[in-house]
């Protein structure tokens, strides 16, 4: 079944954005954040054991919706769908990747960082998009001030936010979601931390208020 964006943004207040390296650990890491009150994941394509992790994932942790990170290039749509992958996020807009995606059944949350980036996922047929990277394109100020320009358009931001600030994006009315390596830091991961990722989550999900919603 192909998943819409906005429902995958819907699921939490949270996207934990990993890295990880070896493939084995992305079970107990997905497991981890599901304890934590979090149940979607994205991989980033940023090691070579990234698609080897979301297979397994997919294959152990099924109440977890996976995606991969840091899609780039048309060419790897079949890995990631062969991965099992639930959806890609790009860090920017290209707009033949986002009619490769939607060829493929893929579904995408691409990046924009101007209201100009904005207008051209729009007119592409997009209503759910990444803010990135959040902090350096003016925080929750500036994707405030999309706000009443753009109003049929819904946001992840993502880059440099932590747990203390997502509070200010996602009481925006045009946030969902916010992700960020923040609950799952790659040191984290690297030392098999589950404990870590568990309260981080916790925390970010007591925060706001939010945990996951299922179904
Ligand atoms: C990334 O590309 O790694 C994400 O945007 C996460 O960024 P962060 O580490 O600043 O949360």
């Known amino acids: 079944m192909t998943l819409a964006v906005r429902y995958i943004l819907s699921r939490g207040p949270v996207i934990p954005v990993v890295t990880i390296d070896d493939a084995t650990d992305g079970p107990d890491l997905a497991r981890a954040l599901l304890e934590g009150g979090i149940s979607v994941i994205e991989v980033t394509m940023r090691t070579p054991a990234a698609l080897a992790a979301v297979r ?6 099924p109440e977890m919706l996976a995606g991969v990170g840091t899609l780039l290039d048309p060419g790897r749509i079949g890995d990631v769908l062969a991965s099992g992958a639930q959806f890609a996020v790009s860090p920017g807009l290209d707009l033949a990747l986002v009619e490769a995606c939607r060829e493929a059944g893929l579904p995408l949350l691409p990046g924009i960082q101007t209201v100009s980036e904005a207008m051209a996922a ?3 047929g997009l209503d759910t998009l990444k803010f990135f990277p959040a902090k350096a394109a003016g925080g929750p100020g500036a994707l405030g001030q999309i706000h009443p320009v753009l109003p049929e358009l819904k946001f992840c931001p993502t880059g440099g936010i932590g747990a203390a600030d997502a509070k200010s994006y996602l009481a925006l009315a045009n946030v969902l979601c916010v992700g960020g390596s923040f609950p799952a830091p790659t040191d984290a991961i690297r030392a098999r931390d589950w404990k870590t990722v568990r309260e981080n989550s916790k925390t970010v ?3 706001t208020g939010q945990g996951f919603r299922q179904g």
Do not use: G
């Not at 397994?56 to 942790?61: F, K, P």
């Open 122 to 124: 729009r007119r592409a």
């Open 56 to 61: 397994a994932i997919r294959d152990t942790v």
């Open 205 to 207: 999900c007591s925060l």
